[in-house]
């Protein structure tokens, strides 16, 4: 097949959305698609074969954050000249409620029409401002995914209708197979964590105070941070012996990630909130680490409600820190979560999910004819269908 | 002798008083005055930012970035204001600089009048908050005059804030004769 994916945010800004659109095109190109990738970024930013830059992506304040994100006519073009010399099978879209390139080639574009919605905290009421525009084009997209129930919560309550869902992949094996760092190890046990330490919701505070908790009954055990932030300011409220039990990585590589996860003894996950899917979660099963997460909505779905994993009060130092030494003295139950964890996460390997999603391209591809641009001339008419 | 110097003293700080409350409650009209046009050039521009966001002439990823940006401008309290305003010319930037889209809307009659007033309004906003902390600052010396803090001639009033935000025009906007240049600002 000839797939168009249309990723919404900067290709050189690492994230989510970004990553995952990176993996399905690279799977797909493994299985003999013909694919191409429109992302936003410069044209002279090193790029896979498989990308074709939209331009400089430009930082907006977007949701209460910055997005890097590709608008305006000039994009317009560049993406009308996308669809024509692609002539696809299916177009597939990324987030296309964010200002972008993925809303930009819905309105461009008509016939077999797919889009992915990652994201569960959509804000309401920019969304009703702005959803008499989006609607006639948002109408044009034949099959709706959502990354995980919150996402599909969240599209149902704003825009209406239903999704199918369809989860992040994952590549278990790369997780599985990674060689764990003995210099990361520490003597009575070694606990994980991944996330931006700057980012609240990520619950780096939480964990901190609960590890201090646990280091006291548990001296030598140790606490391996990894992700974007400044460590120094995340240390500045540690008394020295906790914060010579800890070690931050800093951002880590992926082939770092998974030697991390296959490093630890307890992978905690303290986020407080806004989590739409918890993909780490995933990496981390793949990698064979028993799993102590806050009971979030999304989390007790990726854990099966606590079955192949340990759920502990959202945000609750002291239940925390409780959970995560039963956890390290209790080595046949940690054996027991990892041995459920790895036959659990195959369910979100990028075999499984790749041969859900051709499913929906082979649905809303046939008989459809290929991806057309919309012929509409004045923008007026292009937008009021 | 003395009783009459000392009536012509009392009259003398009677006088001064008086001429410094009159002059406050001047200048407190005047920073009133300033704050309240402001609310309505700022009320304005979101306005005429979201009508051309729903005027179906934009591209809709612009369209989204900008009646987003309007929206939470219109909605936001006084402690979110100066940053969702801010927030709003960046978004104004972002979709009118270097885009091409005015050149686009110069094209469609509907479109050009909407721009007019967008950079009309942008203009205003600029200006009106140049007068709004003008007499904030006007006010803010009165108030710290000895006679009017040991009279407490200023009451229970608030001490006047100023109102910060981000609101230079986008040049691309302001091309072409939209606006009155706005170089007579430094």
Known sequence: ?385 | MTWTLGVALLLVVGWYLFFSATRLDRIHARVEGARSALDAQLVRRASVSLQLAVSGLLDPATSLLVAGAAHEAREADDADRELAESNLTRALHAAFDESGLPEALDADPAGHALIGELAGACLRVELARRFLNDAVRGARVVRRKRAVRYARLAGHAPWPPTFEMDDTPPPGLMRGGRAAPSTVLP
């Not at chain 1, 055990?221 to 409220?237: F, P, Y």
């Open chain 1, 1 to 385: 097949m000839r797939i168009g994916i249309v990723c919404p945010y900067s290709w050189d800004v690492p994230g989510g959305v970004q990553f995952h659109v990176r993996d399905l095109a690279e799977v797909l190109v493994d299985r003999g698609h013909d694919v191409s990738v429109l992302a936003p970024a410069d044209d002279d930013t090193p790029l896979p074969a498989y990308v074709v830059p939209a331009g400089r992506a430009v930082p907006v304040p977007y949701n209460g954050s910055v997005a890097r994100v590709n608008f305006g006519p000039i994009s317009a073009a560049r993406v009308r000249r996308w669809l024509r010399e692609g002539e696809f099978d299916v177009l597939h879209i990324h987030e296309p409620a964010t200002p972008s390139l993925s809303v930009l080639a819905c309105w461009a574009a008509t016939g077999p029409i797919v889009a992915t919605f990652h994201t569960s905290t959509l804000r309401s009421r920019a969304m009703l401002a702005a959803y008499p525009i989006l609607e006639p084009t948002l109408e044009k997209i034949r099959a709706r995914i959502a990354v995980s129930e919150d996402a599909r919560r969240t599209l149902v309550e704003h825009i209406g209708g239903d999704a199918v869902l369809i989860p992040n992949g994952v590549f278990v094996d790369r997780f599985a197979g990674a060689t764990p760092e003995p210099a990361w190890r520490g003597e009575a046990g070694t606990v994980g964590f991944i996330g931006r330490m700057d980012e609240e919701r990520k619950g780096l505070p939480t964990l901190l105070a609960a590890f201090e908790l646990l280091l006291a009954a548990r001296p030598g055990t140790r606490l391996v941070v990894a992700g974007r932030g400044d460590a120094e300011e995340a240390a500045e409220d540690m008394s020295a012996s906790v914060r010579a039990a800890v070690t931050f990585l800093g951002e880590v590589s992926e082939p770092e990630k998974a030697r991390l996860l296959r490093t630890v003894d307890v992978y905690v996950a303290p986020n407080l909130g806004g989590e739409s899917f918890g993909i780490v979660l995933v990496e981390a099963l793949a990698a064979g680490a028993p799993v102590l997460a806050s009971d979030l909505d999304a989390f007790r779905r990726v854990l099966d409600d606590g079955r192949v994993g340990v759920l502990f009060p959202t945000g609750d130092v002291t239940a925390l820190a409780a959970a995560l030494g039963d956890l390290l003295d209790d080595e046949p139950r940690r054996q027991e979560l990892s041995r459920a964890g790895s036959a659990w996460c195959r369910r979100y390997d990028w075999s499984t999910v790749v041969e859900d999603l051709l499913a929906v391209y082979e649905t809303v591809a046939a008989g459809a004819g290929a991806v057309r641009e919309d012929e509409r001339r004045t923008w007026r008419e292009r937008l009021r269908l």
